[in-house]
């Protein structure tokens, strides 16, 4: 609760007029200092009135490419019974201030506000909570309130369609990468029936002991497996533009536009980031319904690659490259490796040249350099890109991986 400008004056004015007239015996000045006092007082009252209202939002859509329409709609409902509700109410979009009219909305009625979301920026947009400005009719005193929760509106990068999918040393059996649903002569599990499983993958021998039919579950071994490495160090990308780096923006459109490729094509595809974030665990490999996500370091967190694309930031750990590129030579994640850097990061690409012997082909993106990259590691692959939509047209005419 806080007293406005006008308030303080009169409740200063109210004391002055009451000690005045108590002290020179004045009735007038002191029925006047009651009267301003008893209006501070009913002020007061007034504005501690709270409000029953609840608030329900919802995001359409929850999750949109950066640049792409997103709108929040809002409706504020009063459960009160006897007052009709006449506030002043902001809803929190982002950095900015939506205002939401709640003009004598009556008891069991309620509003809807439907606003557009700003999606220039790649992101997470948390909207809400609603605030509600409570003042009395002679704007002596104003009380802010929240209501409802947040309801986070997720900006992923762009994705550019690529052609080429990057197959390593890991093909098909049949020299080319194919799509195989269930796997194809490696064992990997059982499981039980669902209906549209073929009967010749049904485990007999398991389904007569259990008592029910048990099916085999194959992997395919000779698939490629994709690792895309995100350097999201802040020394890799030096050079901002109203405070975003636009190489680093670059990049995560880049590692977007390689995941859904991937598993466009079902192939196995995991997305790390250089530098550790909060409250990580450590990552997976991904099949093709759900790619992992998470710090070469050791470190994922839960959510889509997309989502964790739309939230990563960059990190001002500066030697994070050296052990990402020490876990990656022990864990062997896969057999190519896709490294997306900025113009900082040319320097460090002796690190990810040294993983030659573990990941047979290496893929490196540079964002934003203002000249050509110097060639690198043998047999590593350099694409020098200006944004996502450059790398990816560069990404098409690669023939060697």
């Keep these: 609760m806080g007293i406005t400008a006008r308030g303080v004056g009169l409740l200063v004015a109210a004391v002055v007029l009451l000690g005045v007239g108590f002290r020179f015996a004045y009735p007038e000045l002191t029925l006047l200092g009651a009267a301003a006092g008893a209006a501070v007082g009913y002020a007061v009252l007034t504005a501690a009135w709270r409000p029953r209202l609840e608030v329900a939002r919802s995001a359409d859509p929850d999750r949109v490419a950066r640049g792409e329409p997103a709108s929040m709609t809002v ?193 196995p595809v995991v997305l790390l980031f250089v530098a550790p974030e909060p409250e990580t665990a450590a990552p997976e490999a991904a099949g093709p319904d759900a790619t992992a996500s998470g710090t070469a ?29 020490n876990r990656l030579r022990q864990d062997r994640l896969g057999d190519t490796l896709v490294f997306l850097t900025g113009p900082g990061g040319r320097d460090d690409l002796g690190h990810v040249g040294a993983l030659r012997g573990a990941y047979p082909s290496v893929v490196v993106g540079v964002f934003g350099a203002p000249e050509p990259t110097p060639a690198g590691a043998a047999g590593m692959v350099v694409v020098d890109a200006a944004d996502g939509a450059a790398f990816a047209a560069e990404w098409d005419g690669v023939r060697r991986w």
């Design 297 to 325: 370091s050791g470190g994922s967190t839960g959510g889509g690659p997309l989502d964790r694309l739309a939230a990563a930031q960059l990190s001002t750990v500066d030697d994070a490259l050296r052990a990402a590129a």
């Design 75 to 267: 409706t504020v409902r009063n459960t009160g019974r006897l007052r009709a509700a006449s506030l002043v109410a902001e809803d929190r979009c982002g950095d900015r201030a939506v205002p939401v009219p709640v003009l004598r909305l009556r008891p069991g009625r309620d509003t809807t506000v439907r606003y557009e979301v700003p999606t220039r920026r790649r992101g997470v947009v948390p909207v809400g909570p609603l605030r509600v400005t409570r003042r009395d009719p002679l704007g002596l005193v104003s009380v802010a309130r929240p209501y409802g929760g947040t309801v986070p509106v997720w900006v992923h990068p762009r994705v550019h369609p690529l052609r080429a999918v990057p197959t390593g040393a890991g093909r098909s059996l049949d020299g080319r990468v194919d799509a195989v649903p269930h796997g194809s002569i490696t064992f990997d599990s059982l499981r039980e029936y669902v209906v549209g499983d073929e009967l010749r993958r049904v485990h007999w021998r398991t389904s007569a002991r259990v008592g029910e039919l048990m099916v085999r579950e194959n992997v395919d071994t000779s698939l490629p497996r994709i690792v895309v490495l995100l350097d999201n160090r802040a020394t890799a990308h030096p050079e901002r533009v109203d405070g975003v780096a636009e190489s680093f923006e670059s990049g995560c459109e880049a590692a977007a536009s390689i995941v859904t490729a991937a598993v466009r094509e079902d192939l």
